[in-house]
């Protein structure tokens, strides 16, 4: 059977673990703090604090940033759970809107949905093709938008308007208009999950990029203690001589990463872009070259001229096909021996969000593409064999159904 999306556990990767583990410092350390800074540095962003999930990213920032009850968050219903389950956790309501051709959200329809309650939108870069920031920014931005937005925290006050908060847990990487993912809005959350381009088993990553007055790494460091109990020191502080006593400041939450999650990571940023952006990006070609010109394909676009994707899911889309006719298909395709997917069950669909009063007929787009989409593997170690046994697969499959 061809995989979907293996991770790449290689002996660097093994020789990094392995020496922290001799290293004795296995929780929250020097390789944790290392593996930050080399973030910032890949990214330019201004200051980045890792944890164990892009969820807990989400959390904690619409959490510093106050939203709460009473309050709404704009995102795409074309996302993973993650994304709406945060604001549920926070006591606002999430706010879903249809997406575009791109599967990015909808400009239009944000604007179409905001209120004096909006306190946040979270876009998503799906499969890793970042949204069109400028137009978010812009909106957020532009001064009958900042009429409407009613400060209720110290940090909405100094923002003065609707924070973006962008869920980049496909893009890291990523390009858009000559910066990458990271510092493309206000803060930006990636995922190093052990599906994801760069992984840390779990584990996830915010990219701080506040503008003036914010002071990005005060920020960070407050952060540090929220994330950790309210801890105002960690275990690296407590080992200096004589510095034990600590005190609780809050009750903050648990969501540090580890340094073992950190040393696969530094080995996998190391040779992100020289290994495995190229190699993910080849993948992605060789699909295009053997889909593009089949019209029963739609390929997906991941670089025009001021977008580029980390390539991180290939959303192959089967033209005039309904939800249960793709199903058939992706078991078809599962019968020749390679794992397929879908990307993603949109959250309105959910029976958790259709209890909510959610329903998919509210975003046809979203919908549409959905039921017609089909993720096929792309990993590091994936061969030219068994590439093409993907497409012929996929092919056959198709005409076994549809004819």
Known sequence: MIPFSPPRIDQKIIDEVTDTLKSGWITTGPK????????????????????????????????????????????????????????????????????????????????????????????????????????????????????????????????????????????????????????????????????????????????????????????????????????????????????????????????????IMASIGLVELQRYDSETLTKRKAIFDAYTQAFELDTRFAVPEYCNSYRTSSYHVYALRINNCTEAQRDAIMQKIFDKQVSVNVHFIPVPMMSYYRSLGYTIESYPNTYRLYSSEISLPVFYALTDEQLQHVVEAVKSSVQEILG
């Open 32 to 259: 944790t703090k290392r593996f930050e800074k080399e973030i910032s540095a890949y990214c330019g962003n201004q200051a980045t604090l890792c944890l164990n999930s892009a969820t807990a990213g989400l959390e904690i920032m619409l959490r510093w940033f106050g939203v709460g009850p009473g309050d709404e968050v704009i995102l795409p219903a074309y996302t993973y759970s993650a994304t709406a389950n945060v604001v549920i956790h926070c006591g606002a309501k999430p706010i879903f809107v249809d997406v575009c051709a791109d599967f990015n959200i909808c400009h239009a329809e944000v604007l179409k949905h905001i209120t004096e309650r909006t306190k946040v939108i979270m876009p998503v870069d799906f499969a890793g093709y970042p949204c069109n920031y400028d137009e978010l920014n812009a909106i957020v931005r532009s001064p009958e938008i900042k009429q409407l937005f009613r400060p209720a925290t110290p940090e909405q006050q100094q923002l003065g308007r609707i924070l973006i908060l962008s869920d980049a847990a496909h893009s890291f990487g990523a390009w858009y208009k000559g910066k990458r993912t990271g510092t493309l809005t206000d803060v930006s959350v990636f995922s190093f999950h052990a599906v994801k381009n760069l992984t840390t088993a779990e584990g996830g990553a915010i990219a701080l990029n506040l503008p003036e007055p914010f002071d990005n790494s005060a920020i960070y460091n407050y952060l540090c203690i929220k994330t950790l109990h309210g801890q105002n020191k960690d275990a690296l502080a407590k080992t200096k001589p004589g510095s034990w006593r600590y005190d609780i400041v809050e009750a903050g939450y648990k969501m540090n990463m580890t340094d």
